[in-house]
């Protein structure tokens, strides 16, 4: 990053595909600031007040105070052309020029995957995105999760990335170290601290008006190769990540849900109209978004951890397939003594896991 780089960030009326457009035209920050007008105006296509803006360097006094700020609030800033931006996201027509980072840079460029949702999740969305994460975190090498630390699925899914040791980052519509909502402080320090990252295009001299919601949205989608939606109503913030992940042509996916759940009318929406694909098991995530799993040696040591770690409720229901090949939900029900509250909430954990298959007739096949 270099102190043009920070200036044209804050030259009025060069927004985030303004300056994108100047650096692809320019190749960095530096050219630009040394061009000519008529390299500006005519080769480049800027407005007239807007090149002598360029041309009379403004931006840099601001851009001076924001790296004494971020020094001394330990922030890393990071522009579109350094190596430390994240690839995904600098394909982008809209990518931010500037990113503002606290916690681990190296975190940006791991496998990430989103993964998003409604504020008002249910204990079922909790349930799915831990599984999912537990899941993918043994299959998955270099595996990120990245969210918006927001209220419901969005933090669920930061703390099943924390519980399950895999790395993850938060973009913030708020100016850093602040964070919103401020209740999330504490996670934040937790995702810094386990090598994650907290991420924002907003600077110190940004105004916290509570507009920057769907623009942060972008950066959650740009930067990932895929973006799961785990619950959604008909309409919320989640729908827009979707929509922007598709017009990027990354992968979108979603979980389905009931007919009569309020919080799966947006993702078995997004299944009908062919925006999302289905997901049902980490494998799905794996080979819709092509992510790179372990290496055979660090799957089968994750495998004999897995079985070791089995509750005791999924111990039952595996003991009960032995020598029986395919049990049906009342055999199930006879042989482990479970509720069927408890019964549906192990074979779902179990499906996931890999160690269980559906069949149809509400029959079950151990793999």
């Known amino acids: 990053m270099t102190i043009e780089d920070l200036a044209l960030y804050f030259t009025k009326g060069i927004g985030s595909r303004g300056a994108a457009h100047l650096i692809d035209y320019f190749s960095s920050a530096e050219r630009l600031y040394h061009a000519s007008r008529e390299e500006l105006s005519e080769g480049a296509g800027l407005r007239g007040e807007l090149a002598e803006r360029i041309i009379a360097k403004e931006g840099y006094r601001e851009a001076e105070r924001e790296i004494e700020y ?3 609030n330990n922030i890393c800033i990071i ?4 190596d430390d931006y994240p690839v995904p996201l ?3 027509a809209d990518r931010p020029h500037i990113l503002f980072v606290q916690g681990e840079v190296e975190a940006l460029h791991k496998q990430c995957v989103a993964m998003v949702g409604t504020r008002e999740v249910s204990p079922s969305g909790i349930h799915i995105s831990n599984l999912l994460v537990e899941s993918l975190a043994k299959e998955v090498d270099d595996l990120c999760i990245v969210s918006g630390l927001a209220y419901g699925t969005d933090s669920a899914c930061h703390r099943a990335a924390l519980a399950n040791n895999v790395c993850t980052v938060a973009v913030t519509p708020s100016t850093l170290p602040n964070i919103v909502p401020t209740p999330h402080e504490a996670l934040a320090r937790e995702i810094i601290k386990a090598g994650g990252a907290i991420v924002s295009e907003l600077s110190s001299q940004s105004r916290n008006n509570g507009a ?4 942060r949205n972008r950066i959650i989608a740009g930067m990932s190769l895929g973006t799961i939606i785990v619950e959604s109503p008909a309409t919320g913030g989640s729908l827009s990540t979707a ?3 598709d017009s990027y042509g990354r992968t979108v996916m979603a979980i389905p849900g009931r007919l009569t759940d309020a919080n799966s009318f947006g993702t078995n929406n997004l299944i009908r109209s062919g925006k999302a694909r ?5 494998d799905d995530i794996i080979e819709d978004v092509g992510l790179r799993r372990k290496s055979i040696s660090e799957e089968t040591a994750e495998d004999n951890t897995h079985k070791a770690e089995l509750s005791d409720h999924e111990q039952r229901v595996i003991d009960a397939f032995r020598g029986q090949g395919i049990l049906d ?7 482990t003594q479970l509720t069927m509250g408890e019964l549906s909430m192990v074979i779902m954990d179990l499906e996931f896991k890999g160690l269980v298959r559906a069949l149809p007739g509400k029959r079950y096949e151990a793999i």
């Open 90 to 92: 600098r394909e982008t």
């Open 212 to 215: 920057h919601f769907i623009s």
């Open 243 to 245: 929509d922007i992940a």
């Open 79 to 82: 522009s579109a052309t350094d």
């Open 278 to 282: 289905l997901v049902l098991t980490a």
């Open 70 to 72: 971020c020094r001394k």
């Open 329 to 335: 939900w009342s055999e199930l029900l006879e042989s």
